[in-house]
DNA sequence: TGGGCATGCTACCCGGCGGTAGGCTTTCAA
DNA sequence: TTGAAAGCCTACCGCCGGGTAGCATGCCCA
């Protein structure tokens, strides 16, 4: 109960940063706009992180694992390399939609992280990057895929659907899900795979 | 004569401050950092720009300018709308690479920018948007292209490309001209058109 | 009813940095 | 040789904002 509470205080400390970072920036805002948001005065925050870069480390750093771990659950499904490259680029955009504040912030704010965080999450970009390269070694290997260099595809892949942290609207014609289907036939199209029927 | 030297002090604080924005970040960087890299001290600065944020604005503008004229320039050009997309995309490319830094802060600190500024550069993605979204229109009209949906498509493709400024290594294994080519045919996959011989 | 602890607030500090006023030096024309 | 103007520097201001010390409030348990 008491750690609940707690929880819950410190999510809603995160929501409020993530509004106010995303709109005015990292250094555009202060604690006390966020503080005055909540409706509580800035010492409250210190209660919850240790410093204003540490509450930036923890919009961060989750929003990251959830990528990683999108494509990862994608690339382990069963089925044809193809599906599974397919369902690991839908997961990957549903999280980049979902969590576009967070990602735009990522981005946007990487050089006010602290060393440790940036290496931490430097090592989760890594093994995304691993990931969709291997899959695209795999599908050539299959021979579903026809890429001359998987690295540069997998870069692109990743930067086609990094990208829409930039221009998606969430009240927009189109679904998170159509969204995910969409990107995933690009990026079918992109390695040369069959088309899957959507 | 007074006039070239003036412009090369200018070209040589926006240089520097290209440096450094780029490696620390725009509010991680003081005028003073930039005047001691330079040899000088800070009012020198204030004598070629109003403010910290003009110098912001003048290293940005510019380079989004020259990614329009690169897309413009390639679909003006004579030939199939298959090989003018080819050649906006690899030239659009060999833009972002060269002009990695300036792209790197005008998408990091656009927050920074005064709202003139920004305004101005706006009306210029736009524009550049427009240009992609038409060629691709114009492609599928003339069967040359197979895509559902143009807009989303374009994004994907202007995002495959600007994502460039996050990975490429100037030092790396291929040149720009590889780059805008692999760029560029990437691209024709992903709208279903016939490659073009390299 | 009262003691003590948790919780969040008031009030403050202080360093950093964007921006400026005014003076010194060098250059060039007469 | 001198006057004056251009160019750059020294020295400073003032504010903003991250971070903290210490107090007030209220809740829980005896």
Do not use: Y
């Given at each position: 109960m008491r750690d609940e509470i707690l929880a819950y205080k410190r999510e809603r400390i995160l929501e409020e940063a993530v509004k106010l970072f995303y709109a005015r920036g990292f250094n555009g805002t202060t604690l006390d706009d966020i503080a005055a948001e909540l409706g509580v005065t800035k010492p409250f925050i210190y209660t919850h992180f240790r410093s204003k870069v540490d509450l930036l480390a923890a919009l961060c750093k989750p929003t990251i694992e959830m990528s990683l771990a999108a494509v990862l659950q994608g690339s382990a499904m069963p089925g044809t390399v193809t599906e599974r490259l397919y369902h690991a680029i839908a997961g990957f955009t549903k999280v980049v939609l979902q969590r576009q504040a967070n990602i735009a912030i990522y981005f946007r704010e990487e050089?006010?992280?602290?060393k440790t965080a940036l290496a931490d999450i430097n090592e989760l970009r890594k093994q995304f990057d691993h990931t969709l390269s291997d899959l695209l070694r795999e599908g050539v290997e299959a021979k579903e895929f026809d890429v001359p260099d998987e690295r540069l595809a997998a870069l692109a892949i990743g930067g086609m659907i990094s990208w829409a942290y930039t221009w998606?609207?969430?009240?927009?014609?189109?679904?998170l899900d159509d969204m995910g289907k969409e990107m995933g036939h690009l990026a079918l199209r992109m390695v040369g795979a069959r088309a899957i029927p959507s």
């Open positions: 050089k006010n992280l602290s998606h609207r969430p009240a927009g014609r189109l679904t």
